[in-house]
C-alpha cells in the first residue's frame, strides 16, 4: 500500500499575475504595514472561489495564458513570481552557494553554442544543437517549484515535454531510467572548486517519470529565453518533486538498467534519496517539510502533496512506500 493516499487536492482556481502588474515586494511591504493581507493582493479573485472548470483559460487575463490550461498552477492565491524573484535567488552550487551571488557569477557563462549527447540504451542516439532543441517546441508551463530548503515559487517556464526529446532517439526495453549530467567546467565555474561536492551535477529520473506528461525541458521564462542562473541552455523541471531534481545546464542524458546515483544522494543518501516527491508528512532529517515560505508572502503555506500535482503523479507509486522510497 502507498502511504500517501490520493486524496483531492486543495487546489482552487485562481490567477496567474503577469510579470509586468506583479506587485513590487516594497510596495506588498506598505499593504502589509497597512493591514492588507493576502486577500487583499488577490484582487481579482471572486469573493467565493470558482470551480477549476468554472474560469476558462481565456479569463486569465494574462501574456501567459498560451498553453495548454491543463498545465497552469491554480493553487488558491497564487501568482507567478515576478522576473527578478525568480532570477535573483537561486541554487547553482557550480557557481555559488549564495543564493543572490549566482546570477552575477553565471553572467558570462558560455551557453551558445551546446549540445546534448542522448545515449545508452536507445536505438537512435543523437546529439542535439541548439536548433535541434528549439525544434522540439516551446510551449508554456506555468510550474510550482518546491524546494527541499522550504522555500518555493511559481515559475513560468517554457519549453517542451522531455517525453518528446526520448521518443526521438527510441529508448530500448532495457532502459529503466534515465541519467542526466550537468555542464562542468572549472574556468567558468568558480562554485566547482568546492571539494565537498562530487561533480558534475548529476540527477536521474525513473523512465516512466521522465515520460510523464508533467516532466519538461525548460529552454525560456516569461517567453524569454532561459537566464544562466535558471540553467540556460536547458534544464529539467520535474514539478512534483523537490527543486535539485531539476538539473541545469544539461550536457548528457543517457538512458541505463540500474538507478543512477546523483550528486546529491551520494553527498547525503540519507538527507537526499533519488525519488525526491514532496511530501509534507515526511520531515527531513534536519527540519520540518510540512510549510514552506513562497517568496514574497509574508506568512507561511502548507506544503502539498507531491506538490500539489498528487492527482496527476500518485499512479506512478501505487505499491511503493514512499518512505522508505524517498
Ligand atoms: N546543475 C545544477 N542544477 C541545479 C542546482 C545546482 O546546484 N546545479 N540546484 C538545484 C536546486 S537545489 C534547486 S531548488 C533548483 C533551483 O532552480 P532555480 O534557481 O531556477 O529556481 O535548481 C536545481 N538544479
Ligand atoms: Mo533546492
Excluded at 530548503?149 to 529503466?176: C, D, H, Y
Excluded at 514574497?296 to 505499491?319: C, H, K, M, W
Aim: net charge neutral; aromatic share 12%.
Amino acid at each position: 500500500m502507498p502511504r500517501v493516499r490520493p486524496n483531492i487536492p486543495r487546489i482552487a482556481s485562481s490567477l496567474i499575475t503577469p510579470e509586468s502588474v506583479y506587485m513590487s515586494r516594497r510596495r506588498l511591504l506598505r499593504m502589509a504595514g497597512l493591514g492588507l493581507g493576502a486577500a487583499a493582493l488577490a484582487a481579482c479573485t471572486p469573493a467565493s472561489a470558482p470551480t477549476r472548470t468554472s474560469m476558462p483559460a481565456s479569463a486569465i487575463a494574462s501574456p501567459l495564458a498560451t498553453s495548454d490550461p491543463k498545465f497552469k498552477t491554480d493553487e488558491f492565491g497564487t501568482k507567478a513570481n515576478s522576473w527578478d524573484e525568480i532570477t535573483r535567488y537561486n541554487n547553482y552550487y557550480e557557481f555559488s552557494t549564495d543564493k543572490e551571488a549566482v546570477a552575477d557569477l553565471a553572467a558570462n557563462f558560455k551557453t551558445n553554442p551546446w549540445s546534448v549527447t542522448v545515449g545508452g540504451l536507445v536505438d537512435k542516439p543523437k546529439t542535439f544543437d541548439l536548433d535541434d532543441l528549439h525544434s522540439l517546441g516551446e510551449e508554456e508551463r506555468v510550474y510550482r517549484l518546491r524546494c527541499v530548503e522550504a522555500w518555493s515559487m511559481v515559475i513560468p517556464w517554457m519549453g517542451f515535454p522531455l517525453s518528446r526529446l526520448l521518443r526521438e532517439v527510441q529508448p530500448t526495453s532495457k532502459a529503466k531510467y534515465v541519467r542526466f549530467e550537468a555542464a562542468f567546467d572549472a574556468a567558468q565555474m568558480p562554485g566547482v572548486s568546492s571539494p565537498f561536492y562530487n561533480w558534475p551535477y548529476v540527477e536521474g529520473l525513473r523512465i516512466d517519470e521522465a515520460m510523464h506528461d508533467l516532466t519538461f525541458i525548460a529552454t525560456g521564462l516569461y517567453g524569454k529565453p532561459l537566464p544562466n542562473q535558471n540553467g540556460a541552455p536547458l534544464r529539467l523541471v520535474v514539478p512534483w518533486k523537490y527543486g535539485f531534481k531539476s538539473i541545469k545546464a544539461i550536457v548528457k542524458i543517457d538512458l541505463v538498467e540500474n538507478q543512477p546515483v546523483s550528486l546529491w544522494s551520494a553527498a547525503a543518501p540519507s538527507e537526499y534519496g533519488f525519488y525526491s516527491n514532496v511530501n509534507p508528512e515526511r520531515a527531513h532529517p534536519r527540519w520540518s517539510q510540512a510549510t514552506e515560505r513562497r517568496i514574497g508572502e509574508l506568512s507561511r503555506r502548507d506544503t502539498l502533496r507531491f506538490n500539489g500535482y498528487e492527482a496527476q503523479v500518485a499512479d506512478l507509486y501505487t505499491g511503493m512506500d514512499l518512505y522508505a522510497n524517498y
